[in-house]
């Protein structure tokens, strides 16, 4: 999505580290073990400078309490909800970020936590600390993250059958810069098999269903210089509520796919199922065919969505007004959004404010002159791919991936 996404290979200590033939886990091991003066030491070179947000945040405390939620659309302890017309930037504030849980937020002491990985695929099972992370080539992307119910409740509103599950409107998504590290990293120095097949994300929330929230994904997007495993969230240690002290991002999945808290990885020769790809988080309906031991097809890829920054429904006074709102696709950058106020019969063309960032969300805008009385603006969205949101959605039972355009309603006065 406009840039060279993957950027694993731009750091300098490896490229140094790679023209003295070492290897990657070589290279990794001597980080753990020594840091930058292993590796130099290794190369026969100076130690160089790193940068002064690395070492902040070895010593950062993780935020103790828990979001305000007045400023948020309230689930309940199924989550927050962001409010889009709250948003004034690219990237969501931290206080603002949705929350999406499936128990209560967890509290973990960075002196007693560690990230075990082991597994039949890999030679070595390991165990990291925190300043074991720290250690590794660092990574900042920004990204969206969203839930794969988000829009669910538009299964009722706009086709009359409601979905099970959280009833999420427009706010079940956010975006921001994550930092942290490649996941292929973690899984190289462990000695990742040939014929691994399977790499399963265990979280600490051990309130949740299967005593900590799980999810498997093929080795292929586990490998992938862009899945990352972070610690900090817009240039902050990652509050509670989304990880702390780490959480994976992978880019473009649905959010059950970014494990918060983790603190497990099992790699494996088989695929593995768990209750989050069997019966949860699986396209279950009449038009989705069964994949595997799941009663459906199995989400992991979002899917292409634009939606109006304004309250649901809106109230705006007579006046010609500057209209904006968010759009993002998994496959692409946005190439176009077009907006329409009479039922989709006519669409004209929103500008794009500013250019999208690593795998972040588009930001658009047009001008709408509204008059006295009710009306409703529908926004649909199409990628440099091709891909654009479609006139309907098929049903499914947990109300996953909707994005068919939504008539926001608006009242003028």
Same mark, same amino acid.
């Given at each position: 999505m406009g840039v060279d996404r993957g950027r694993r290979d731009d750091d300098p200590l490896w490229r140094l580290a790679g023209s003295a033939g070492i290897s990657r886990r070589r290279f990794l091991s001597l980080l753990l073990a020594g840091g930058a003066a292993a590796v130099l030491a290794a190369c026969g070179d100076e130690i160089p400078e790193w940068p002064a947000d690395a070492q902040r945040a070895q010593t950062a405390e993780p935020p103790l309490l828990f979001k305000d939620s007045t400023r948020f659309i309230d689930h309940g302890q199924a989550g927050l909800e962001s409010r889009l017309e709250l948003q004034s930037g690219p990237t969501t504030p931290n206080e603002l970020f949705f929350v999406r849980n499936n128990s209560r937020s967890v509290e973990i002491k960075v002196a007693e936590w560690s990230l075990q990985i082991e597994g039949d695929a890999v030679d070595d099972a390991i165990g990291l600390s925190f300043e074991d992370i720290l250690r590794l080539p660092q990574r900042t992307m920004t990204s969206y993250l969203e839930c794969a119910g988000n829009h669910r409740v538009m299964f009722d509103l706009l086709q009359g059958r409601a979905a099970k599950g959280t009833q999420w409107g427009r706010g079940a998504i956010g975006n921001a810069e994550w930092a942290g590290v490649s996941l292929a990293d973690v899984l190289t120095l462990a000695g990742v098999s040939d014929d691994a097949v399977s790499v399963l994300l265990i979280g600490l929330d051990r309130e949740s269903p299967e005593g900590g929230f799980r999810r498997a994904m093929p080795i292929e997007k586990a490998m992938h210089p862009d899945t990352l495993l972070v610690h900090r969230m817009n240039g902050a240690p990652l509050p509670r509520d989304h990880g702390f002290p780490l959480r994976a991002i992978v880019p473009g999945w649905v959010g059950s796919s970014q494990i918060k808290w983790v603190g497990r990885i099992v790699v494996s020769r088989e695929a593995q199922w768990t209750r989050?790809?069997?019966?949860?988080?699986? $396209?279950?309906? /009449?038009?989705?065919?069964?994949? %595997?031991? &799941?009663?459906?097809?199995?989400?992991?890829?979002? +899917?292409?969505?634009?939606?109006?920054?304004?309250?649901?429904?809106?109230? $705006?006074?007579? /006046?010609?007004?500057?209209?904006? %709102?968010? &759009?993002?696709?998994?496959?692409?950058?946005?190439? +176009?959004v077009q907006w329409s106020d009479d039922g989709g019969a006519t669409w004209r063309l929103a500008s794009l404010t500013d250019r999208q960032v690593d795998y972040g969300w588009a930001q658009f805008h047009f001008t709408w002159e509204g008059s006295v009385g009710e009306h409703t603006i529908m926004t649909r969205a199409t990628d440099v791919e091709g891909h654009t949101q479609p006139d309907s959605v098929p049903f499914n039972e947990k109300g996953y991936l909707f994005n068919q355009p939504l008539p926001h309603p608006i009242s003028v006065s």
């Open positions: 989050n790809n069997t019966t949860s988080y699986v $396209l279950i309906g /009449d038009d989705y065919e069964s994949q %595997g031991e &799941a009663e459906g097809r199995v989400v992991t890829v979002q +899917s292409i969505k634009s939606a109006l920054a304004l309250p649901w429904p809106a109230e $705006l006074s007579a /006046d010609s007004r500057r209209l904006e %709102g968010y &759009a993002h696709s998994p496959r692409g950058e946005i190439e +176009s």
